[in-house]
Nanobody, 115 residues
Framework: QVQLVESGGGLVQAGGSLRLSCAASGIIFSIDVMGWYRQAPGKQRELVATITRGSVTNYADSVKGRFTISRDNAKNTVLLQMISLKSDDTAVYYC?????????WGQGTQVTVSS
């Protein structure tokens, strides 16, 4: 059974930092892309950052220079280091994993940035 377990969300003041972690298990096939998405209240889910198996990264313009995505292929984990957090970063953050055959979503972790 495929599981994506996310951790690291919470409440932080503006300007602070958080690190999100997502560990994937039960996936038989090689993972191509891992990424983070977020959904704020009343808004559509949007891409935050993705990273390929070869460590090619892609970021939303709104987080460039503040967020860093990384992965450990051996452990099937993906991290999102977030610094200089703003109130606009408040959202539920979802981990996503893509293989050749399917894509999987985590349950989401809440990030709240207080101004």
């Amino acid at each position: 059974q495929v599981q994506l377990v996310e951790s690291g969300g919470g409440l932080v003041q503006a300007g602070g930092s958080l690190r999100l972690s997502c560990a994937a298990s039960g996936i038989i096939f090689s993972i191509d892309v891992m990424g983070w998405y977020r959904q704020a209240p009343g808004k559509q889910r949007e891409l935050v950052a993705t990273i390929t198996r070869g460590s090619v990264t892609n970021y939303a313009d709104s987080v460039k220079g503040r967020f860093t995505i990384s992965r450990d292929n051996a452990k099937n984990t993906v991290l999102l280091q977030m610094i200089s957090l703003k109130s606009d970063d408040t959202a539920v953050y979802y981990c996503r994993v893509l293989t050749y055959h399917a894509n999987y979503w985590g349950q989401g972790t809440q990030v709240t940035v207080s101004s």
